[in-house]
């Protein structure tokens, strides 16, 4: 995945809403569709199938895989940060890459001041 840029305004709501369940989010990013799904420790099973465009604006995604699947494992409560830092961002843009075959999802804010938030996704199972 190359880049995401510009969040939708409920992209944070949404991640406030998963993280209240659990730590952990399964989400998988698709040419057309982001799908999320928590497995809370106690409970039932949470997932969301939205179009990628009510998450993000001017998406462009990358992957070998078809459709250009993507799967990682998001830990929530650094997303939750990171976007809360966001909320008065002039822009915010992710960007997936790959540093010693480390999955690395970083965000950057841009306000009156540049700001750099990383966050270490996982790659999930399929």
Not at 58 to 63: A, R
Request: no cysteine.
């Amino acid at each position: 995945m190359r880049s995401l840029h510009a969040l939708t305004p409920g992209t944070q709501e949404l991640v406030a809403a998963l993280s209240s369940l659990e730590k952990i989010a399964w989400v998988r990013l698709d040419d057309e569709t982001v799908r999320f799904t928590v497995i809370p420790d106690t409970g039932s099973q949470v997932w969301a199938s939205l179009p990628i465009d009510f998450i993000l604006k001017n998406w462009t995604i990358q992957s070998a895989e078809p459709n250009n699947t993507i799967n990682l494992e998001l830990p929530l409560v650094p997303l939750q940060r990171a976007l809360k830092s966001a909320t008065n961002a002039v822009s915010a843009s992710l960007r997936l890459t790959k540093k010693d075959g480390i999955p690395i999802l970083s965000m950057t804010i841009t306000t009156s001041t540049h700001l750099q938030i990383t966050l270490k996704a996982s790659p999930a199972s399929t």
